[in-house]
């Protein structure tokens, strides 16, 4: 009777533990990896987070998920067992490539620290557990920290190209001629303007046109800023429309000025910010909202070859371009489905092109062919370095500081303007243990 090769029957055999539903064998939990931002004291986030590489027995980083149901866990919990504290941990998210993405949101402040545990079944994954010294703050913790510090605890990049690049049109920023212009050009009916005073790191507003509602959006994530950084004194403009709003020449007379927006174009000069609802489900994230950039790393849909090959589009009636889509649907509904979810601008389209449903956010990932795959790729990759929760503040941050370092006069709080307060947390006790350094050390 013949034997079978060795290596075939290593082979069959994990073939069977694999069919039986035994994934232990393809993960080792000392050799697996695990590193991120959630696993530094000092790093004060909405939702903290970090990330694992499931390796092998052999060394090699997994690819793919294992298979059957992957036992990894989180346990975090405070030092003390005085401290009693709020914290959700849900279930690790499994991004499909052999990593996975860790979160906890922390509902109150831990002055002893916490402690992480990484568990693969039983067992320890990497260097787990994690030891975090306190303090440990809570999102809604205000207590601002030195600015060079906070950047170099949050590993924020020294260069940020598209801000250099933004700022290139602006060497210097006369703020009286902002107090002249600004009002006048965009300010008007239709405005969606809103004027910022950041003093002593206390924020006051005054909103400019009809259309300022979205200034919740706006205000929360600069709260969100003061509570963790000191920034400097700067007076500044944000347009919170879907359009850029300065389309003057470099060189032109007169020159553009430096409005800060959620969107630009080649031939705008607009400062840019990262879009509201990307902030907003950020601050958000794990409190009802499922479609933030951490939660859809574990959502991104069926499998390519299960994608709809069909164009989809939803959203409001913000631009009229919006609407010539929702008619090119009507008339090729093979190739596109698009649909306008809210009438604001164009109400008296509703009747003519008719309301789509809201869609789950995951069901935008079922776009289609070859050239989208690549595309999808390369914006995953690209998404979750650049938009991971830290380096949005880092962004915003360096956005702020770029413009009051151009301010040719002091920033003051005009007329009309009005203090935006903290929101209140009486629910949580904290106590900021920072020394708050002068505006001399600065």
């Known amino acids: 009777m013949r034997r079978l090769p060795r290596a075939l029957l290593l082979q069959l055999r994990l073939a069977l533990l694999v069919a039986a539903g035994a994934p232990e064998v393809l993960v080792s939990a000392p050799r697996s990896l695990v590193w991120g931002p959630g696993l530094q004291a000092a790093v004060v986030l909405p939702v903290r987070y970090f990330y694992l590489q499931a390796v092998n027995s052999e060394g090699q980083n997994l690819t793919r998920s294992p298979p059957g149901q992957t036992p990894f866990k ?24 052999g990593t996975f993405l860790m979160r906890y ?3 109150e402040t831990v002055d002893e620290g916490l402690k992480i545990e990484v568990l693969y079944g039983d067992k320890h994954v990497a260097q787990s557990p994690y030891i975090l010294k306190g303090p440990v703050y ?36 006369n703020l009286q001629q902002m107090l002249n212009e600004v009002p006048k050009r965009f300010g008007d ?35 969100s800023l003061t509570r963790k950084v000191l920034l400097p004194d700067l007076e500044f403009y944000v347009n919170l429309g879907d359009w850029p709003l300065e389309h003057r020449k470099v060189n032109g007379t007169p020159s553009p000025i430096p409005v800060i927006s959620w969107c630009g174009s080649l031939d705008s000069r607009d400062v840019v910010l990262p879009t509201y609802d990307i902030t907003h489900s950020m601050l958000e994230a794990m409190r009802g909202v499922t479609n933030d950039l951490l939660s859809i790393q574990g959502n991104t849909g069926p499998s390519w070859i299960n994608k709809t090959e069909r164009a989809f589009f939803r959203g409001r009636d913000s631009r009229e371009e919006r609407l010539q889509l929702v008619q090119l649907s009507k008339e090729n509904p093979q190739l596109l489905d698009a649909g306008i979810t809210g009438y604001f601008f164009f109400q008296e389209k509703e009747k003519e ?28 990759l690209m998404a979750r370095d650049l938009l991971q929760p830290h380096r949005l503040y880092c962004y915003y941050y360096q956005v702020l500081q770029k413009y009051a370092e151009r301010q040719s006069s002091k920033p003051k709080v005009r007329d009309g303007m009005e203090l935006i307060p903290q929101p209140e947390d009486s629910t949580a ?13 600065l």
């Not at 605890?153 to 920023?173: G, Y």
């Not at 309301?355 to 914006?379: H, S, V, W, Y």
Request: aromatic share 10%.
């Open 353 to 380: 092109l008719g309301k789509a449903k809201l869609m789950g956010f995951f069901d935008f990932f079922k776009e289609n062919d070859e050239a989208a795959k690549k595309i999808a790729k390369e914006g995953q």
């Open 74 to 97: 989180v346990v975090v919990k405070s030092l003390s067992p005085k401290e009693l504290v709020r914290i959700h941990v849900p279930k690790p998210l499994d991004r499909n490539d």
């Open 105 to 107: 949101r922390m509902y």
């Open 429 to 441: 006790i904290c106590q900021c243990h920072r020394k708050k350094p002068s505006r001399e050390e």
């Open 138 to 173: 809570h999102e809604y913790c205000e207590c601002p920290e030195d600015p060079q510090a906070w950047q170099k605890t949050l590993s924020c990049p020294t260069r940020e190209p598209q801000i250099t690049k933004d700022f290139a049109s602006f060497p210097s920023i």
């Open 189 to 223: 009916e239709r405005g969606a303007i809103v004027h910022y005073t950041i003093l002593n790191n206390h924020i006051y507003r005054r909103s400019l046109g009809k259309y300022t509602d979205f200034k919740m959006f706006s205000d929360e994530i600069l709260l």
